[in-house]
């Protein structure tokens, strides 16, 4: 194994950066990253602790749920889940954070570095309501880095081509929780219960 170890081995590696993508970082939202939030119905966002263990979460809703308060800070609004807060207690730690955002169909993301803080409750809850449910808090970001990323990574990976996608032949999510969680008491078939979309559908924005 020969192991990189300081950012001179890095760049005699991979080479200097093209001049366009030093120069696409910008500081604050162009009209264009607006319509790409308000079309993106998916973020990962992405912190780290104090100590820098790090954390990605997944966050969904429907086209348009992450608010633009102004052209440098974004809200994240929080639904109910299973309350394990990693990337909320990362935040309390350490503020730094990165979110990608993406829209079915196309290759390119949109990226967004800053500053994060978690808001219990705002004026602009009322409009991220979703059937009836305001969010349970809001991770609001100060933008330090925004830009769009090219779309390579989408296209070697075929995401958005069901006709490419591989046959599913791993078991079901109730199996693999039992397989690798041990320790738990329910059965596969209670599982299968609990994770089946009719149950699941019922828990997206109430307890």
Not at 15 to 33: F, S, W, Y
Not at 46 to 67: L, W
Not at 100 to 106: A, Q, T, V
Not at 140 to 159: P, T, V, Y
């Amino acid at each position: 194994m020969s192991e990189i170890t300081s950012p001179a081995e890095l760049r005699e590696l991979l080479g200097a950066a093209m001049p366009r993508a030093i120069a696409k970082e910008r500081v604050q939202l162009h009209a264009r990253d607006r319509e790409w939030i308000a079309n993106s119905p998916f973020v990962i966002l992405a912190t780290s602790d104090a100590e820098g263990n790090c954390d990605a979460s997944p966050k969904g809703d429907p086209a348009g749920f992450v608010r633009v308060l102004d052209d440098r800070t974004i809200a994240i609004p929080e639904r109910p889940g299973n309350r394990r807060a990693d990337g909320y207690l990362n935040i309390l730690g350490n503020p730094h954070v990165g979110a990608i955002f993406l829209i079915p169909g196309r290759g390119e993301t949109l990226r967004i570095n800053g500053r994060a803080r978690l808001v219990r409750d705002a004026p602009y809850f009322d409009e991220m309501t979703v059937k009836g449910h305001r969010p349970v808090l809001a991770v609001e970001i100060d933008i330090e880095q925004i830009f769009f990323h090219c779309a390579k990574a989408l296209i070697r990976s075929k995401l958005w081509k069901p006709q490419e996608w591989p046959v599913d032949t791993l078991p079901t999510h109730a199996h693999l929780v039992k397989e690798v969680q041990t320790n738990i008491a329910e059965s596969v078939e209670e599982l299968e219960t609990y994770y089946s979309s009719e149950v699941y559908t019922k828990k997206l924005y109430a307890d």
